[in-house]
């Protein structure tokens, strides 16, 4: 199999990491761009290398991806999972991540490589697995979000971070499809500031103003992707059957499918779905990873979610090219667009984990979501509510009546008007100026940085092209600047340590260019 240049690129950054001394590798690339590829590569080599092979997985759907794409490459290999075992026959096993909790001891050889996929998920089993496998043996984590939203890092688990290009790149080079957003209109929508799952008073009644959907599914569906292939994701199963059931009534052929859905037919639905039989799929969690049909081509959310990982997961199941298709239309109906932005934007991982967030002065406030109406709900449990009732259904949100609107990305300074141009050089400069003369002076002009922060985020430039265009030229590290970077974006505390080995590592490179 050949690798693109991306693909090629990663797979060199991972053994780079092993050379350089670090035992478990963590692997991010955006969804559809390839992560199978790489790993079956990498087991290739290390089989050819005599050395035994595991690739854990979280689902059968992945396990049987993996396992195509090694027959793909010639790579024999066994399965482990509910209706095979080990083999000594085989030195490439792909595992059920299930199966091995339930055969931790009945392991024959425990693999000189182990590759877990998806590795954002099943934090606990694989702190497990770490410890239950001998000293030699090296781990990658693979995954398209390196952040969990429990605020656990998989620094915990993984020693370093090897990123891929970021999305915008990869949609460049044609690699992945172009994005067309539909969202509610932002003006006059309360924003929400939360601190975990507690708000003050103030907050409570624009928490629940958010678990609206603004508009009507089928009426934008028909409207902005009608006839396309299609994935609904919906916040229960009770709510996928709904929504599968009024797409059937008004003409088109959509089936709910959940992780409770007998495997047959989930593969029955999928294949629907790849052949074109059915126009769409109205999903609870099942498709939010792993799913592989580059015919889709629409993805309607109807799912809330604080998490930046799953919003990653349910966009990039669109983003796969296929003949004929130019673009993947995303229609936001539950204003997910305002918590995390345009999915061009560029974005830090959490990959250190995120700060416990501190505790309201007025504890009595405590959220939680309700299983039965699905908004949050103050009381303490379910014990004596009015929702509480054998076999009734999920209530549905509250529709409000509007017209979503297309959402565009950020613009590069070189694709903006001459005169905006210089605007935004203009404050640039300014803003640098003064953040440079606070440097040279040993201080930190918070609000320069701030400015120069705010033109990246609206340029689509990372936070950390405000250091490097403020440290250009200088040989040693500016600790400062980078926690004060960190405090201004909100990062976790490890951000600036993680950085610094980054920048070290870029200065040593380019010393050891010089002297060549």
Known sequence: MQLRPYQ???????????????????????????????????????????????IVVPRDELLTQASETLARLGVDHGRIDARHAESTAFAVH??????????????????????????????????????????????????ASPERLDGLGLSDLYDVLVEGPPLTTLIEQGYLVPITYYAPPLDGLEGVHRR?????????????????????????????????????????????????????????????ISGGTPRAQRVALVDGLRSGELAGLASCELTTYGLDVPRVSCLILLRPTTSKALQVQM????????????????????????????????????????????????????????????????????????????????????????QL????????????????????????LDAEARARAALDAGRIDAGAIGEMLAIARQIGRQPMWVYWRLCEGRLTINVTLLHEIARQCGYARGWPWYKQKEIAAKLAAKANRRTE
């Open 8 to 54: 090629s690129d990663l797979y060199t950054a991972v053994r780079d990491a092993f050379a350089a001394g670090h035992r478990r590798v963590c692997m991010q690339l955006a969804t559809g761009a390839g992560k199978t590829a790489i790993f079956s590569t990498m087991t290739a080599s290390s089989k050819a290398r005599r050395n035994r092979v595991w």
């Open 94 to 143: 792909v595992v059920s991540r299930q199966t091995l909790i339930r055969r931790w001891a009945k392991i024959k050889h425990w693999p000189d490589f182990l590759i877990v996929d998806e590795c954002h998920l099943g934090y606990r089993f694989q702190a497990d697995l770490q410890a239950r496998a001998p000293e030699g043996t090296k781990f990658v984590g693979v995954t």
């Open 196 to 256: 975990g799952y507690e708000y003050d008073e103030a907050d409570l009644a624009a928490l629940l103003e958010r678990r609206k959907v603004y508009g009507s599914a089928i009426d934008h569906y028909q409207r902005h992707a009608d006839g396309r292939s299609a994935l609904v994701f919906c916040r229960s199963v009770a709510a996928a059957e709904d929504v599968a059931h009024r797409f059937s009534v008004a003409g088109y052929r959509f089936e709910p």
């Open 315 to 402: 966009i990039g199941r669109g983003l796969r090219t296929a003949p004929g298709k130019t673009d993947c239309v995303v229609i936001d109906h539950v204003n997910m667009i305002e918590e995390f932005k345009h999915p061009y934007k560029p974005h830090e991982w959490a990959f250190f984990g995120r700060e416990k967030r501190k505790r309201q002065p007025d504890p009595s406030i405590r959220l939680r979501l309700c299983p039965y109406t699905f908004l949050y709900c103050e009381r303490p449990s379910c014990v004596g509510c009015e929702h509480n009732t054998a076999g009734r259904k999920s209530r549905a949100e509250a529709v409000v009546d509007c």
């Open 405 to 428: 609107q297309q959402v565009e990305p950020p613009v590069k300074l070189a694709d903006r008007p001459h005169e905006e141009q210089r605007e935004y050089q203009d404050r640039l």
